[in-house]
């Protein structure tokens, strides 16, 4: 089977970002011939608010649907065996309701977003899809209401944090850019530490196989480098900060037997030092009473 790193990724980052809020099914077979929806996803009611903290993408999955990533623009086929994908998953859903002898109802039916990093005037007019800027961004493109289908154009949507989570899929400078805006989150937000922790995982699993990486694999890592070496560079930094404070409290200890309250405010002026200071008085804390270390760091 040829190997589509970009699905690996979208698919990984999709149900990384869903997951807390209800059940993702990957690669979910839809049957009729055998079929298989990228993503399909159906929101609990309690995580529908939830939702709304991945913008775009939140919006979009508000209610059951299926999300189909392309890494380049789609071809008519393509799009068109997406949405057999979903007539057939319809198919599915009507047999499921006659068995049960209960009613689907038109707007209970699953949407398709088929996530393209670009969707030329030609492929969008061949389908009629047209833009609701009434209710939805630039960008996304929607085939009449009976297709219960959208087209969105990464390339095309507008830069803000709403769009954020959707351009993490797009390519090129979209997608170098994402990346960047996703390391400039603060370090407590929880989207920004799962992308990131899903990205050290996905690095490491390519790499494991150095001989089978393709060009998209390359590119997708040159595109989240910048935002894979931050991120290094600070957990190496919070290690050896952590490891400087563990020695000054340890030193601490030693010299005065305990560490109290009044030490241990100091600790943080005492790291706070210029190398070369902070050096010196490491040396020099053996000879130090209490009370000159606390009129000193204590100010």
Not at 35 to 42: M, T
Not at 105 to 122: C, G, K, M, Q, V
Not at 190 to 214: A, C, G, H, K, Y
Not at 261 to 266: A, K, R, T, V, Y
Request: proline share 4%.
């Amino acid at each position: 089977m040829t190997r589509k790193p970009h699905d690996q990724f979208a698919k990984q980052y999709l149900e990384e970002l869903l997951f807390p809020f209800s059940r993702v099914e990957i690669s979910r077979e839809i049957t009729d011939e055998v079929r298989q929806a990228d993503i399909l996803f159906s929101p609990s009611p309690v995580a529908q608010e939830n939702l709304k903290s991945l913008g775009l993408l939140g919006k979009m999955t508000a209610s059951s649907c299926l999300l189909e990533p392309f890494r380049n623009q789609p071809s008519r086929t393509e799009v068109r065996n997406c949405i057999l994908k979903l007539f057939s998953y319809f198919g599915e859903l009507q047999r499921k309701a006659k068995r049960e002898r209960t009613s689907l109802l038109e707007e209970d039916l699953p949407r398709l977003w088929i996530l393209a990093t670009s969707a030329s005037d030609t492929l969008l007019e061949s389908f009629g899809a047209k833009l609701e800027l009434k209710n939805w961004l630039e960008g996304v493109y929607f085939l009449d209401e009976s297709f219960r289908t959208a087209i969105v154009a990464i390339n095309e949507l507008p830069i803000s944090n709403e769009t954020l989570m959707c351009r993490v899929l797009g390519r090129g400078t979209v997608q170098q850019n994402a990346a960047r805006e996703v390391a400039a989150l603060p370090p407590d937000n929880p989207l920004r530490q799962n992308l990131i922790e899903l990205l050290f995982s996905w690095r490491i699993s390519v790499q494991q196989d150095r001989q089978e990486m393709t060009e998209e694999d390359l590119e997708i890592m040159m595109n989240f480098r910048e935002v894979y070496e931050r991120e290094r560079t600070n957990i190496l930094q919070q290690g050896l900060q952590e490891g400087q404070r563990q020695v000054v409290e340890n030193l601490l200890k030693v010299r005065f037997g305990v560490l109290d309250e009044e030490l241990s405010g100091i600790v943080e002026p005492m790291l706070q030092l210029p190398s070369n200071e902070y050096s010196i008085l490491l040396l020099q804390l053996s000879s130090l009473s209490r009370e000159d270390l606390l009129a000193r760091f204590s100010r």
